[in-house]
């Protein structure tokens, strides 16, 4: 298996922008995750999906971030518009039932001028 | 609510040295324990796990954890590192009564020729 694929792995953008990042799940896993990194706050959960339908968004930062997953190979975190603040890493992670495993995409790394 | 503590957030070691790292849980259930490593610009890659059975558990380059449910502990430990070893390492737990992982702040191993 490739693993989790995410895509791009890096993005440049200007303030203002739309943003969009992508995921694609190991096949055959029914959960994935959506994470931010940063040096000061850490790793952040944003939302997470089971058999596609977010079941927690409680992390997603404010209304500029939505993410949707319109099947079980795909999904996708968009921030728009962007701002500087949204620089990080972005990591998605998917994994199948229990003991709750998750195998970690190679992230995007945005930066926001 | 579960959380995770890694009190050390640097840990530098000399090559050859032996290194541990520590990880404290709080939870009222049973867990499933989990150290992850993030090498520099990649994503976090699963390096052990306690999932039931034997406390002492291993991986496959040299590093062993313990699960030591009277103390709330998970810690980390390798006899000799090597420079290869350098990298963040994060401690996580996850229960039987949710979807989630609970990551600790990460520590992170500078091992030092």
């Known amino acids: 298996d490739a693993g989790v694929i995410q895509s791009p792995r890096h993005e440049v953008t200007e303030m203002g922008q739309e943003v969009t990042l992508r995921c694609k799940p190991i096949?055959?896993?029914?959960?994935l995750f959506w994470y931010r990194q940063t040096m000061m706050r850490g790793l952040e959960l944003l939302i997470y999906?089971?058999?596609?339908?977010?079941?927690?968004d409680s992390g997603m930062p404010e209304d500029r971030f939505s993410a949707k997953m319109p099947n079980a190979s795909f999904s996708t975190l968009k921030i728009q518009p962007s701002e500087p603040r949204d620089s990080a890493v972005y990591f998605c992670?998917?994994?199948?039932?229990?003991?709750?495993?998750?195998?970690f995409g190679p992230g995007t790394r945005l930066t926001v001028t | 609510a579960q959380s995770v503590t890694q009190l050390d957030s640097q840990v530098p070691v000399f090559e050859e040295a032996p290194v541990e790292l520590r990880c404290n849980y709080s939870?009222?259930?049973?867990?499933?324990l989990f150290w992850y490593v993030q090498y520099p610009n990649q994503g976090l890659q699963l390096l052990l796990k306690?999932?039931?059975?034997?406390?002492l558990v291993e991986s496959i380059n040299g590093f062993e954890a313990e699960f030591n449910k009277s103390q709330t502990s998970f810690h980390l430990r390798k006899p000799s590192v090597h420079i290869s070893d350098t990298a963040e390492y994060f401690c996580?737990?996850?229960?039987?009564?949710?979807?989630?992982?609970?990551f600790g702040t990460g520590t992170r191993l500078q091992v030092f020729p």
């Open positions: 992670a998917s994994y199948s039932g229990p003991p709750y495993e998750q195998y």
């Open positions: 096949s055959g896993h029914d959960y």
């Open positions: 999906f089971n058999n596609n339908v977010p079941i927690d």
């Open positions: 939870s009222s259930v049973s867990v499933y």
């Open positions: 306690y999932l039931s059975g034997s406390t």
């Open positions: 996580a737990v996850s229960d039987r009564n949710t979807d989630k992982l609970i």
